[in-house]
Nanobody
Framework: QVQLQESGPGLVKPSPTLSLTCTVSGCSITTSYYAWSWIRRPLGKGLECMGLIAYDGSTDYSPSLKSRTSISSDTSKNQFSLQLNSVTPDDTAVYYC???????????WGQGTQVTVSS
């Protein structure tokens, strides 16, 4: 059974960098042809896809966040991570990690982790 679990700081102050990690079990993140994504839902708003890292390590980012976002992986731990720079209260949201295929977006989801940015 595939499971994804997000981990992160919870409450943070406006800062240069926010880091979140998704730990995957039941499937290697290097298995063809899966894509591993970060998606967030700000309070009262819809889902926003931030970017992804594919099974081969290639990445793709939302144009609106590309300048502030970096996604990387640690295959030895079967984890992938999100780094968001120049974090402000507007980045307050529930952050999810997901697995997708070319045919099925959001095939598996983590439970989400609330990140609140407040001074």
């Amino acid at each position: 059974q595939v499971q994804l679990q997000e981990s992160g700081p919870g409450l943070v102050k406006p800062s240069p960098t926010l880091s979140l990690t998704c730990t995957v079990s039941g499937c290697s993140i290097t298995t063809s042809y899966y894509a591993w994504s970060w998606i967030r839902r700000p309070l009262g708003k819809g889902l926003e896809c931030m970017g992804l890292i594919a099974y081969d390590g290639s990445t793709d980012y939302s144009p609106s966040l590309k300048s502030r976002t970096s996604i990387s992986s640690d295959t030895s731990k079967n984890q992938f991570s999100l780094q968001l720079n120049s974090v402000t209260p507007d980045d307050t949201a529930v952050y999810y990690c997901t697995r997708s295929t070319a045919k099925t977006q959001g095939e598996y989801w983590g439970q989400g982790t609330q990140v609140t940015v407040s001074s």
